[in-house]
């Protein structure tokens, strides 16, 4: 009497599924915000959202005026609304990152990117303004969403691959921003994706080692 094969063990099975978003509970928690705020953009009074949207607007007038606040603000809205590819690009980008570093590291890495980005671009607009090179209306601009950390992000989370896979992600981000560059033909925000990438490659070395620690 012969016998079948013992069937595989279902542990290591399991083990090779990616992760679900538990996992990364940080992330999920920020999808559920945008997500949030995503509906209201697209459901609430559209002067109401023009009005949240203002001040949430990270130009040099309202960073002048409340800073904390502002940067806070902006990064609970998401450009596009809930029709917006940068929900779903949101979700993959950091959850892949916090399943590799965490969630503290990941939000420190989102925050360096969304903060030094959107002041990099900002401070020289002001100094312009203030030596008379650019004209007052440059101090107030509708500027929101969380574009500058999820580059930051992506940027970090090419430092975590291989060598060709992460020059090929990391010149495919560049591709895209160069793309996007093109269609929309805002300069201050593009000079703030461009920076938001670099500042997400300074971070590999902070990543690698995050990694490391989590085996």
């Given at each position: 009497m012969t016998t079948s094969a013992s069937p595989a063990p279902v542990w290591p099975r399991l083990r090779s599924l990616p992760p679900d978003l538990?996992?990364?509970?940080?992330?999920?928690?920020?999808?559920?915000?945008?997500l949030g705020t995503g509906l209201y953009a697209h459901l609430g009074?559209?002067?109401?959202?023009?009005?949240?949207?203002?001040?949430s607007s990270t130009d040099v007038s309202?960073?002048?005026?409340?800073?904390?606040?502002?940067?806070?603000?902006?990064?609970?809205?998401?450009?596009?609304?809930?029709?917006s590819p940068y929900l779903v690009v949101f979700l993959l980008v950091l959850g892949a990152l916090e399943r590799r570093v965490g969630g503290l590291r990941t939000a420190g890495v989102f925050l360096l990117g969304h903060v030094l980005a959107t002041l990099l671009t900002e401070i020289p607009v002001a100094a312009s303004v203030a030596v008379g090179q650019l004209p007052d209306s440059s101090l107030r601009r509708l500027d929101y969403g969380v574009s500058y950390g999820l580059v930051a992000?992506?940027?970090a989370l090419a430092g975590l691959l291989p060598p060709r896979p992460r020059w090929a992600l990391t010149g495919g981000i560049g591709a895209v921003l160069v793309a996007g560059s093109l269609v929309h033909a805002d300069p201050l925000t593009d000079w703030?994706?461009?920076?938001?990438?670099?500042?997400?490659?300074?971070c590999w070395p902070y990543a690698r080692r995050a990694a490391q620690r989590r085996g």
């Open positions: 538990t996992a990364a509970p940080f992330t999920l928690c920020y999808s559920l915000i945008l009074d559209p002067r109401t959202v023009h009005a949240l949207l203002t001040v309202h960073l002048s005026q409340r800073p904390l606040l502002t940067l806070l603000a902006s990064g609970l809205w998401v450009v596009g609304g809930i029709t992000c992506a940027g703030g994706h461009a920076l938001a990438l670099l500042i997400g490659i300074t």
